[in-house]
């Protein structure tokens, strides 16, 4: 029995839909848990929340206008990134404006889908996620963001281990926080609008932000922390995705679960006396080597 499902697990990986659903999983492990490490440095946990509703109103005037529904999802979360970032003035701000350009977001959606009569069902089915039905457009989407994000944290990891250590440390020694942060937020929203069609709006933490809570209980820096986030985001993609295939199940819901027990398996590690690379804003000005991101 076990033979003959690792025999159709082989056949199944020769079809050219799931080869090309593989590969983009492989391509978004690299960039996504490092967006990952951004939200959970930044605590800015509802921009999920509100960029999943933002991508429903993109999909609903894609639906609406005879557009690429996703691409039109991707360019609203863009803009909604851009835009939300003048009135994130601080950590505390930025959680308010998460919660009203969620509720904006959906009432526009909603009131799009009453008043042009477009099909509501197939809105919401694009949010649940098709991995076997990936084309070119959201493989050049996840490979830009492989290529984009680590080359943007490489280069700027001395300015991000302070902006997440402390907003105002990072202000006080120079770093451009309102610029970086509208990059930071840009990337974030076009991560999740990206991913939509991989897992789904509502499965997107698997990509992004379980990778990075592991990450966080094995490195020391924020480097490390992100190298451990990419190769946790690897080895969950790969294996989620066969037992998907082998059990022939919806891979959405397994790489949330794989993630999951991976997270829950790392915490039970015995915690080790490290120093955070983040704290917050009250804490003591002088940080734990926040520069050494090697």
């Known amino acids: 029995m076990t033979l003959l499902a690792t025999a159709d697990v082989g056949l199944m990986l020769q079809l050219v839909p799931v080869q090309r659903a593989g590969f983009a999983l492989l391509l978004a492990s690299v960039g996504l848990p490092i967006i990952g490490v951004v939200i959970v440095g930044l605590d800015i946990m509802p921009v999920r929340f509100a960029m999943m509703h ?41 959680s308010g404006a998460m919660g009203l350009l969620m509720s904006m977001a959906i009432a526009a959606a909603l009131l799009v889908l009453s008043v042009s009569g477009v099909n509501a069902a197939g809105a919401f089915a694009l949010l649940w996620g098709s991995i076997l039905s990936v084309g070119s457009a959201d493989l050049v989407v996840v490979g830009v963001l492989a290529v984009v994000v680590p080359a ?17 440390l990072a202000q006080c020694s120079g770093v451009p926080v ?29 990509l992004t932000l379980l ?17 451990w ?55 003591s000005p002088t940080p734990p080597s926040p520069y050494s991101s090697h």
């Open 152 to 168: 943007l944290f490489w280069w700027r990891r001395r300015d991000l281990a302070l902006l997440l250590y402390d907003r105002e």
């Open 229 to 283: 986030a990419v190769a946790i985001g690897l080895a969950v993609n790969v294996t989620g995705f066969l037992i998907a295939l082998w059990l022939d199940w919806p891979p959405g819901p397994v790489l949330v679960l794989t993630a999951g027990a991976v997270v829950l398996a790392v915490h039970l590690i015995p915690e080790r006396s490290i120093t955070s690379w983040r704290a917050p804003a009250s804490a």
């Open 211 to 227: 990778p990075a809570l592991a990450a966080r209980r094995l490195g020391k820096r924020l480097t490390t922390i992100a190298l």
């Open 178 to 206: 309102g610029p970086l942060t509208v990059v930071l937020l840009v990337l974030v929203a076009v991560a999740v609008a990206g991913a939509i069609k991989l897992t789904g709006a509502l499965l997107v933490d698997a």
């Open 54 to 94: 933002v991508a429903l109103l993109g999909i609903a005037v894609g639906l609406l206008t005879g557009l690429d529904p996703m691409l039109c999802a991707l360019v609203a979360c863009a803009l909604a990134g851009a835009g939300v970032a003048p009135l994130a003035r601080t950590p505390a701000g930025l």
